[in-house]
């Protein structure tokens, strides 16, 4: 490999300060390993937080909203010939159903964004076992199209999936009821609607999300259990469950769902924008622990090279006299600072992997978390390391400047 | 014979600590491969007018003409080149950059500029190292040998690029009898073997006179040449 000039008086000037280098580079060490462990266990806990969200909510739900009352029977009664005015109009409780909801699930399965659909109707029943009662909510669904979406299979307890969609008249219970009710896989529950209609339902499966008002509420049962329960036919569907590839951009596809079918879509953000806030503050809290790192890094190879050109400033003099332009002086003392800048960050990168590593494996043992969430991203890792040279380069810059305007006769002649 | 320094009415001025004229109109030429020594007592303005010469300090008034290029008026980046390829200087200490080899103290102003491999420059550093009777040195470091020593590998260092003038300020003042001898035979060598131009601010008398000819100078002025 072929090393320029300046590139050789910076090394050696770096080697043969070792300690002074050693120094910048540890501060600049330490910041980038801050970096990469906040940003770690930031975007752990936020994966985590998400993934809890996105297991109970599908990224879109599309459903069929009350609609405010229009003009448009007035219109087809009265004709154009006057202008017809709602005044104060309401909304009209109408049927909730999704009409015709296998041609709109044939629709959206032809969007090439849409990854999963699940299509389900839900029932507030009162679950009762012998004389003691217990509010919830029944979802009737096929199992196996939510188990796509929300992982199902995985907070299974007792029994299995698969057995709820061989039996008809089965449910799948949440830990926190079966408790309640003291069942377990075999027993039976009867299941009471608004309306007074109820089913006996034989439990094959207990699930447990860590979530308690989930696991004491929730039950999942086949799509006809739930329609009988509500006295409706067939064809009656309430909620259409989308995932989509880039869940991030949820709302805007949700967007383009509502044209096309003409329903309301919720996409996951709009229905946790609590949660949402949690994740900015946690990320401004991160990045002004990291700048500030950065920052008091920065000043570390500030000083350093400030010192450094203090103590050559003969030797400054010196190369310019003897044909060094300012920019090789500049060029010199950058590639310096850029030298401590990218020892300090390798090792910064390693460093920080440690402790993330070493954290990862901390045991917390609440709800659903066993371990520390935190995630291991090759980008934090690049964006450190770019972090720490453009430190490095930001810090040595300043310096650099001020070396390469040494006057060598000033300091040659004393 | 071509002329290889013309200097036309040089004023110089030092504002602090307060307005001082330094030099006072100062014209002569020096031929190429003269070799030419600069006497006068302290403070008589000899070493601010070589280190005028020298292209390092810009700050006079007068115009300049070095090897035929008009020297007053240039960029600091373009001196600083021509000083590279043209200027070889030496100081009276030896100013060699500690960290580094004699022989890569040597070698640094050949990388600069950048005109030959790495291996020929090596090659001709070690060339004037021996020259100069300190080849043994090479690869010690440069704060490692002796006075004497150390100014022959700073003198090895003048001489990397083949520069045409040759200046010195005082290049003798740090040494004894016999290191002085030893690098004034080298500068006349240079001079009339190679047809280098030596300039040099001495107070060694004996040194100025064996030069081809002496710039005297008293407060400012060039009293005798």
């Given at each position: 490999?072929?090393i320029?000039?300046?590139?050789?008086i910076?090394?050696t000037?770096?080697?043969?300060?070792?300690?002074?280098t050693?120094v910048?580079?540890?501060?600049v060490?330490?910041?980038?390993s801050m970096?990469?462990?906040?940003?770690?266990?930031?975007?752990?806990?936020?994966?985590?937080?998400?993934?809890?969200m996105?297991?109970?909510?599908?990224?879109i739900r599309?459903?069929?909203?009350?609609?405010?009352?229009?003009?448009?029977?007035l219109?087809r009664?009265?004709?154009?010939?006057?202008?017809?005015?709602i005044?104060?109009?309401?909304l009209?409780?109408?049927d909730?159903r999704i009409?015709?909801?296998?041609?709109?699930?044939?629709?959206?399965?032809?969007?090439?964004?849409?990854t999963a659909?699940?299509?389900q109707?839900?029932?507030?029943?009162?679950?009762s076992n012998?004389?003691?009662?217990?509010n919830?909510?029944?979802?009737g669904v096929?199992i196996?199209?939510q188990?796509?979406?929300?992982?199902i299979?995985?907070?299974?307890?007792?029994g299995s999936?698969?057995?709820?969609?061989?039996?008809?008249?089965?449910?799948?219970?949440?830990?926190g009821?079966?408790q309640?009710?003291?069942?377990?896989?075999?027993d039976?529950?009867?299941?009471?609607a608004s309306?007074?209609a109820?089913?006996?339902?034989?439990?094959?499966?207990?699930?447990?999300?860590?979530i308690?008002?989930?696991d004491?509420?929730k039950?999942?049962?086949?799509?006809p259990?739930?329609?009988?329960l509500?006295?409706?036919?067939?064809a009656?569907?309430?909620?259409?469950?989308?995932?989509?590839?880039?869940?991030y951009?949820?709302?805007?596809?949700g967007?383009?769902?509502?044209q096309?079918t003409g329903?309301t879509?919720?996409?996951?953000?709009?229905s946790n924008?609590?949660?949402?806030?949690?994740?900015?503050i946690?990320?401004?809290?991160?990045?002004?622990?990291?700048?500030?790192i950065?920052?008091v890094?920065?000043?570390g190879?500030y000083n350093?090279?400030?010192?450094v050109?203090?103590?050559?400033?003969?030797?400054?003099?010196i190369?310019?006299?003897?044909?060094?332009?300012?920019?090789?002086?500049?060029?010199?003392?950058?590639?310096q600072?850029?030298?401590?800048?990218?020892i300090?960050?390798?090792a910064g990168?390693a460093?920080?992997?440690?402790?993330?590593?070493?954290?990862?494996?901390m045991y917390i043992g609440l709800?659903?978390?066993?371990?520390?969430?935190?995630?291991?991203?090759?980008k934090?890792?690049?964006?450190g390391?770019?972090?720490g040279?453009?430190t490095?380069?930001?810090?040595?810059y300043?310096p650099?400047v001020?070396a390469?305007?040494v006057?060598?006769?000033?300091?040659?002649?004393? | 014979m071509?002329?290889?320094?013309e200097?036309?009415n040089?004023?110089?001025?030092f504002?602090?600590?307060?307005?001082?004229?330094?030099?006072?109109?100062?014209?002569f030429?020096?031929?190429?491969?003269?070799?030419?020594?600069?006497?006068?007592?302290s403070g008589c303005?000899?070493?601010?007018?070589?280190?005028?010469?020298?292209?390092?300090?810009?700050d006079?008034e007068?115009?300049?003409q070095?090897?035929?290029?008009?020297?007053?008026?240039?960029?600091?980046?373009?001196?600083?080149a021509?000083?590279?390829?043209?200027?070889g200087?030496?100081?009276?200490f030896h100013?060699?950059?500690p960290?580094?080899?004699?022989?890569?103290?040597?070698?640094i102003?050949?990388?600069r500029?950048?005109?030959?491999?790495?291996?020929?420059?090596?090659?001709?550093?070690?060339e004037?190292?021996?020259?100069?009777?300190?080849?043994?040195?090479?690869?010690?470091?440069?704060?490692?040998?002796?006075?004497?020593?150390q100014?022959?590998v700073?003198?090895?260092?003048?001489?990397?690029?083949?520069?045409?003038?040759?200046m010195?300020?005082e290049?003798?003042g740090?040494?004894d009898?016999?290191?002085?001898?030893?690098v004034?035979?080298?500068?006349?060598?240079l001079?009339?073997?190679?047809?280098?131009?030596?300039i040099?601010?001495?107070?060694?008398?004996?040194?100025?006179?064996?030069?081809d000819?002496?710039?005297?100078?008293m407060?400012?002025?060039i009293?005798?040449?």
């Amino acid at each position: 490999m072929k090393i320029g000039i300046n590139t050789e008086i910076a090394f050696t000037y770096l080697v043969s300060r070792r300690k002074q280098t050693i120094v910048a580079a540890l501060g600049v060490t330490f910041g980038i390993s801050m970096f990469i462990f906040m940003n770690a266990l930031i975007t752990g806990t936020n994966e985590y937080s998400e993934d809890t969200m996105l297991n109970t909510t599908p990224h879109i739900r599309l459903y069929h909203d009350n609609e405010l009352s229009n003009g448009r029977m007035l219109n087809r009664f009265a004709g154009n010939k006057t202008i017809n005015l709602i005044s104060n109009p309401q909304l009209v409780p109408g049927d909730n159903r999704i009409v015709n909801p296998d041609a709109v699930t044939s629709l959206l399965k032809q969007r090439n964004d849409v990854t999963a659909l699940s299509q389900q109707v839900s029932a507030n029943v009162i679950y009762s076992n012998s004389s003691v009662q217990e509010n919830g909510n029944i979802f009737g669904v096929n199992i196996l199209e939510q188990n796509k979406m929300f992982d199902i299979a995985s907070t299974i307890m007792a029994g299995s999936l698969k057995s709820l969609s061989e039996n008809a008249n089965a449910i799948i219970i949440g830990a926190g009821l079966a408790q309640r009710l003291n069942l377990s896989k075999g027993d039976y529950i009867k299941v009471t609607a608004s309306n007074g209609a109820s089913k006996s339902l034989q439990v094959v499966g207990i699930f447990k999300t860590t979530i308690k008002s989930i696991d004491n509420t929730k039950t999942y049962c086949n799509i006809p259990i739930v329609q009988q329960l509500l006295q409706k036919d067939r064809a009656y569907i309430t909620d259409i469950y989308i995932n989509v590839k880039d869940y991030y951009n949820a709302p805007a596809i949700g967007k383009s769902i509502e044209q096309l079918t003409g329903y309301t879509a919720e996409a996951w953000q709009s229905s946790n924008e609590q949660s949402l806030a949690g994740k900015k503050i946690r990320d401004i809290i991160a990045n002004s622990v990291v700048i500030t790192i950065l920052i008091v890094a920065g000043f570390g190879i500030y000083n350093i090279l400030n010192m450094v050109i203090y103590e050559k400033i003969k030797e400054i003099a010196i190369l310019k006299a003897t044909g060094f332009q300012g920019a090789h002086v500049v060029g010199i003392f950058i590639r310096q600072a850029m030298l401590i800048g990218f020892i300090g960050a390798m090792a910064g990168l390693a460093f920080g992997w440690l402790i993330s590593w070493t954290v990862s494996k901390m045991y917390i043992g609440l709800g659903n978390v066993t371990y520390l969430p935190i995630a291991f991203h090759v980008k934090h890792y690049i964006q450190g390391g770019l972090f720490g040279m453009a430190t490095a380069f930001f810090a040595g810059y300043i310096p650099a400047v001020k070396a390469s305007k040494v006057d060598p006769v000033q300091i040659i002649r004393g | 014979m071509a002329i290889a320094l013309e200097a036309n009415n040089i004023n110089k001025y030092f504002m602090t600590p307060e307005k001082f004229h330094a030099l006072k109109g100062i014209s002569f030429k020096i031929n190429q491969g003269e070799f030419v020594s600069i006497t006068g007592k302290s403070g008589c303005g000899k070493s601010t007018m070589l280190y005028i010469l020298s292209t390092m300090d810009t700050d006079y008034e007068g115009s300049l003409q070095l090897n035929n290029q008009t020297i007053t008026g240039q960029k600091q980046n373009h001196l600083a080149a021509f000083r590279n390829e043209h200027i070889g200087f030496i100081f009276q200490f030896h100013y060699l950059l500690p960290d580094f080899s004699c022989l890569k103290n040597v070698m640094i102003p050949a990388l600069r500029l950048g005109r030959l491999s790495r291996e020929e420059i090596e090659h001709n550093a070690y060339e004037k190292l021996k020259l100069l009777d300190v080849g043994g040195q090479a690869l010690k470091a440069a704060s490692r040998i002796s006075g004497g020593q150390q100014q022959r590998v700073a003198i090895a260092r003048a001489l990397i690029n083949e520069p045409s003038i040759i200046m010195g300020d005082e290049p003798t003042g740090n040494l004894d009898s016999r290191n002085t001898a030893v690098v004034f035979d080298m500068f006349r060598k240079l001079a009339s073997g190679y047809n280098k131009t030596i300039i040099a601010v001495t107070h060694d008398n004996d040194f100025a006179h064996k030069s081809d000819r002496i710039i005297e100078m008293m407060d400012g002025k060039i009293i005798a040449q």
